[in-house]
């Protein structure tokens, strides 16, 4: 294990909490944004005349080429400058797409729109990592991690509620004003409470001493741990952002529900198996953590099990069983974000966290986030004129033993991760 140099001086415990609630506001926003199109898919289908595939390319392919690309350089920006300023012009970015994606009159306008919501979002989340790390120290980092990272489960759950609300009573577009409006609202009230830590200057040139993007590539790439928990962690996000964007078009097609239906079945399994598997996940890495194999062990067993158990719920036809076995799978499959992005953290200087963050995002968005949305559309699409409505039941079942995949990729991370791992004096 390779020692750290000098860590940025540890701030109060209240104004630590502090910032990461106005942190974790802001990914709900993220969230919110990025997986309200799921629940809108079939009115925006219906009103815009889209096929699976074309809705995959917007849920995945619009938004993730430039979202995960992007987070590269900003998070370099991020290091060197200031994280808590690219992170609040980032959210009026983003915000702002959002609310254009309701003025949209044709694929080509959406398309352009999401794009332009990537574009935003790839300045928030590595940023976010870093700061979390300059305030808490490494015994209650996977926990703070994990609480953050409750945005996606939030997040998601409230796009997929609120959203599916507004559509039901009102008319999808609003949901789009509405939700991007907020966001552009709370961006002055984050920049006044969230503050950068001061880093050491001997961190490196200036006062930021951020390091460039092909030295921190140059560290990662020595070890094997990043790739294998990186690659485990974008197959298994394949199917998570996939299932998670085609849940509801799956339930009102397969189980006939109402769109108000579906975004109450999919905002309850995100809420009470999306949140329980997270605080889980970083709370079980923290209290095993002193061994460091668990961090990339506990994600390993989480999909490994998760996997046969979503198989059954898809294949069910009652809704009730659909609900509970939804819940276990959902929570297990949050487990990994706690631990391994703890990790990640750590196979680093603190001063180059926010790049590293963005590299394991890069692999992890583009081939999770970019691949597995429009690959779940493009499969029902083939399977639509054999299977019907149920095309979208098969094409998941089809992607499943990709959790088996990521599951055998995070076990073979538990060789190296020790001898990866960078000490903080």
């Not at 300023?85 to 398309?111: K, R």
Request: with cysteine; glycine share 12%.
């Amino acid at each position: 294990m390779t020692p750290v140099a000098e860590t940025p001086a540890r701030v109060l415990p209240a104004k630590a909490s502090i910032v990461l609630a106005m942190l974790l506001l802001v990914y709900i926003f993220n969230f919110l944004d990025r997986m309200m199109l799921s629940i809108l898919a079939a009115p925006i289908q219906a009103d815009l005349g889209l096929s699976d595939s074309e809705m995959g390319l917007l849920g995945g392919l619009a938004f993730a080429v430039l979202y995960s690309t992007l987070a590269v350089p900003l998070s370099a920006v991020a290091d060197r400058t200031s994280r808590s300023w690219v992170i609040t012009i980032a959210l009026v970015f983003w915000s702002a797409f959002t609310a254009l994606c309701g003025m949209a009159q044709n694929f080509l306008h959406i398309f352009l729109a999401r794009v332009g919501v990537g574009v935003g979002e790839a300045g928030g989340v590595a940023p976010s990592y870093a700061i979390i790390g300059d305030y808490f120290p490494p015994r209650r980092r996977a926990t703070a991690l994990a609480i953050y990272s409750l945005g996606i489960p939030i997040g998601s759950a409230i796009g997929v509620m609120g959203g599916g609300w507004i559509a039901s009573t009102i008319d999808w577009r609003v949901a789009f004003f509405v939700m991007g409006g907020l966001g552009i609202l709370i961006a002055p009230v984050f920049k006044l409470l969230v503050k950068d830590v001061p880093r050491p200057e001997s961190a490196g040139a200036g006062s930021h001493g951020g390091q460039s993007i092909w030295s921190v590539f140059q560290i990662l790439a020595k070890k094997p741990s990043f790739w294998f928990m990186a690659f485990g962690a974008a197959f298994s996000s394949m199917l998570g952002y996939g299932i998670g964007f085609w849940k509801p078009s799956f339930l009102i097609r397969s189980f006939e529900l109402d769109l108000w239906g579906a975004a109450l079945f999919t905002g309850g399994v995100l809420l009470i198996g999306g949140v329980t598997g997270m605080l889980a996940g970083g709370a079980l890495a923290d209290r095993l953590g002193s061994n460091r194999k668990w961090y990339p062990r506990l994600p390993a067993i989480a999909f490994i099990v998760g996997a046969p158990i979503y198989a059954a719920g898809v294949l069910t036809d009652s809704l009730v069983a659909a609900f509970l076995l939804f819940l276990i799978p959902q929570g297990l499959n949050y487990v990994w974000f706690g631990p391994v992005l703890t990790a990640v953290q750590h196979l680093v200087e603190p001063r180059a966290r926010a790049t590293a963050s963005a590299i394991f995002l890069l692999i992890n968005n583009l081939i999770g986030l970019g691949g597995g949305i429009y690959a779940l559309g493009l499969i029902s699409d083939a399977y639509a004129p054999v299977y019907g409505d149920e095309s979208l039941r098969i094409s998941i079942l089809t992607a499943l033993p990709l959790y088996i995949v990521a599951g055998i990729l995070m076990l073979l991370a538990t060789r190296s991760i020790a001898n990866d791992w960078v000490e903080e004096k």
